[in-house]
């Protein structure tokens, strides 16, 4: 099992840049999908982007249109997201979350529903 936890989030202002780390302890923690959501007041979490296990597959949804990018490291203890050009409709907390990617290899990565292990959560407050 792996305890993600989610750090980066902060205030700033519309069009600047801010990069949100997941981290976990283990090395198990490289052999998990990871997945980066958000949720805004009064609406549904939404998955932003995903990474596979090894690194190599990366996922994104349709209305990021370029601006955030999903990276691990080399170790594959962190998982982060780099987002750019930052709108104030991208204010929302966001979550880390996990599962085990070389076990559960049918799964739709850009699901909810696929993962098992969340994170509290770091809030990203973006003004204009």
């Known amino acids: 099992q792996v305890q993600p936890v989610e750090s980066g989030g902060g205030l700033v202002q519309a069009g600047d840049s801010l990069r949100l780390s997941c981290a976990a302890s283990g090395r198990t923690f490289g052999t998990y999908t990871v997945g980066w959501f958000r949720q805004a007041p009064g609406k549904e979490r939404e998955c932003v982007a995903a990474i596979s296990w090894s690194g190599r597959s990366t996922y994104y949804q349709d209305s990021i249109q370029g601006r955030f990018t999903i990276s691990r490291d080399n170790a594959k203890t962190t998982v982060y997201l780099q987002m750019n050009s930052l709108k104030p409709e991208d204010t929302a907390v966001y979550y880390c979350?996990?599962?085990?990617?070389?076990?559960?290899?049918?799964?739709?990565?850009?699901?909810?529903?696929?993962?098992?292990?969340w994170g509290q959560g770091t809030q990203v407050t973006v003004s204009s």
């Open positions: 979350a996990a599962y085990s990617g070389i076990r559960y290899t049918a799964r739709d990565p850009l699901r909810e529903d696929s993962y098992d292990y």
